[in-house]
Every structure is written in structure tokens, then in C-alpha cells.
């Protein structure tokens, strides 16, 4: 079992910044392949942000977010963070952090299996 919390959303302008944490916490830590960031925008399909895998701590960024957005961790109280700098309206999004014990491989492609998921924190990006 495993619980994340998370903390950090809010409001900001164009141009701002925020920091997002996802403190993990439970008997199954050390089974934690994965964390992974996770929004999903009204009207949308909920998309992978970014994930940072907790062996070698090696870490992916979508697309949309590369150059902006850095993901970390603090080994000591199992936290992993994302901040995000430079934000735009349409980051606008519930994320949420969630955790993969397991995986699985198509082909080439590694396909991450989150099976505990945060409560979600709203971002909004407005003027």
C-alpha cells in the first residue's frame, strides 16, 4: 500500500512560477519504480508530464513542458517535487503525481503501470 500527498497548486500569472510535491508514504516504498506528474485540462485526455524513476533517477519530460519544468526528488522524506517555471495559460490543469510498481515493455516502449495516485492540485495560469 502506498499513499501520496500532495501539496503546492494554486494561481499564477503568466510568466510564474510554482512548485509542486508529492510525499509518498506506506509499505510498499521501496517498490516504487516510477513517480510520474500527471494533468489533465478541462475538456482533454489526461497526459504523462514528466516521471522521474527512483533507481538511477533518470527523467522524461513531455514535449510541452521540456525546458520548463524540472523534476526532483529528496531522498530522506520521500518526496518528489516539480517545479515549474515560465508557466503558460494552457498548463492551466489538475495535476496529480502518481506511483508505478511495475511496467511493461512493447517493443521498444516502456509503458509505466501507476497504480497510486495523489488527491490532484488545480494549477491555473490567468491574468
Known amino acids: 500500500q502506498l499513499r501520496l500527498v500532495e501539496a503546492g497548486g494554486g494561481v499564477v500569472e503568466p510568466g510564474g512560477s510554482l512548485t509542486l510535491s508529492c510525499a509518498a508514504s506506506?509499505?510498499?516504498?521501496?517498490?516504487?519504480?516510477?513517480i510520474g506528474w500527471h494533468r489533465r485540462a478541462p475538456g482533454k485526455e489526461r497526459e504523462e508530464v514528466s516521471y522521474?524513476?527512483?533507481?538511477?533517477?533518470?527523467?522524461y519530460y513531455h514535449e510541452s513542458v521540456t525546458g520548463r519544468f524540472t523534476i526532483s526528488r529528496d531522498i530522506a522524506s520521500n518526496t518528489v517535487y516539480l517545479r515549474m517555471d515560465n508557466l503558460k495559460p494552457q498548463d492551466t490543469a489538475v495535476y496529480s503525481c502518481?506511483?508505478?510498481?511495475?511496467?511493461?515493455?512493447?517493443?521498444?516502449?516502456?509503458?509505466?503501470?501507476?497504480?497510486?495516485w495523489g488527491q490532484g492540485s488545480q494549477v491555473t495560469v490567468s491574468s
Open positions: 506506506g509499505p510498499h516504498l521501496n517498490y516504487i519504480l516510477v
Open positions: 502518481a506511483a508505478a510498481l511495475g511496467l511493461t515493455r512493447i517493443g521498444t516502449k516502456t509503458i509505466y503501470e501507476y497504480e497510486y
Open positions: 522521474i524513476i527512483l533507481g538511477n533517477n533518470k527523467t
